[in-house]
T-cell receptor, first 113, second 116 residues
Framework: DAGVIQSPRHEVTEMGQEVTLRCKPISGHDYLFWYRQTMMRGLELLIYFNNNVPIDDSGMPEDRFSAKMPNASFSTLKIQPSEPRDSAVYFC???????????FGPGTRLLVL | AQKITQTQPGMFVQEKEAVTLDCTYDTSDPSYGLFWYKQPSSGEMIFLIYQGSYDQQNATEGRYSLNFQKARKSANLVISASQLGDSAMYFCAMRGMIQGAQKLVFGQGTRLTINP
């Protein structure tokens, strides 16, 4: 069975550019989560969706960040404009129910120069 | 608020020995779940084991077991017969099931190194 798929795996961009990260959750999972991992702050939940609807976006750092889930098999996390402090590993995870185990994708390593 | 504390930034263990990774937690939620994830150098987050707060027995998954002591609010991961491939970062996480935002909260992690 395919796990959570993320693309790209690595992204290097210049400050001010728009960055779009993509995620395909595990088929049949109703919940999708976006996390950010940095050395300083560890793993932080940015936003999560239930049945394609954003439920809690309180972890989104600022208006430069936005996330969408147009259908059950696809989600994007967009940063516009990007800044060097956005450099991190961004994970997407999905679960069948909110209280079930979350399965993570391989992550996107973002470097903003 | 929920909090996970992993007090061991790094651990070094000889191959084939058992290893215990510490995790303590704090929550006011009467029902919660505890998780352990492994993050090898390749970067992916791999789910290892789950323990529910009302589970009567400690969870086990192959060489992984969770030493759950509810009164002490600890959920230590035990890896038996360690292997070189066990070298990785290990994260403890919890989520309240009733109160709060039910977000998965992670500890800072423990870097485990298995020596041959």
């Amino acid at each position: 069975d395919a796990g959570v798929i993320q693309s790209p795996r690595h992204e290097v961009t210049e400050m001010g550019q728009e960055v779009t990260l993509r995620c395909k959750p595990i088929s049949g999972h109703d919940y999708l989560f976006w996390y950010r991992q940095t050395m300083m702050r560890g793993l932080e939940l940015l936003i999560y969706f239930n049945n394609n609807v954003p439920i809690d976006d309180s972890g989104m750092p600022e208006d430069r960040f936005s996330a969408k889930m147009p259908n059950a098999s696809f989600s994007t996390l967009k940063i516009q404009p990007s800044e060097p402090r956005d450099s991190a590993v961004y994970f997407c995870a999905s679960s069948q129910h909110l209280k079930e185990t979350q399965y993570f994708g391989p992550g996107t390593r973002l470097l903003v120069l | 608020a929920q909090k996970i504390t992993q007090t061991q930034p790094g651990m070094f263990v000889q191959e084939k020995e058992a290893v215990t990774l510490d995790c303590t937690y704090d929550t006011s939620d009467p029902s919660y779940g505890l998780f352990w994830y492994k993050q090898p150098s390749s970067g992916e987050m791999i789910f290892l084991i789950y323990q529910g707060s009302y589970d009567q027995q400690n969870a086990t998954e192959g060489r992984y077991s969770l030493n759950f002591q509810k009164a002490r609010k600890s959920a230590n991961l035990v890896i038996s017969a360690s292997q070189l491939g066990d070298s990785a970062m290990y994260f403890c996480a919890m989520r309240g099931m009733i109160q709060g935002a039910q977000k998965l909260v992670f500890g800072q992690g423990t870097r485990l190194t298995i020596n041959p």
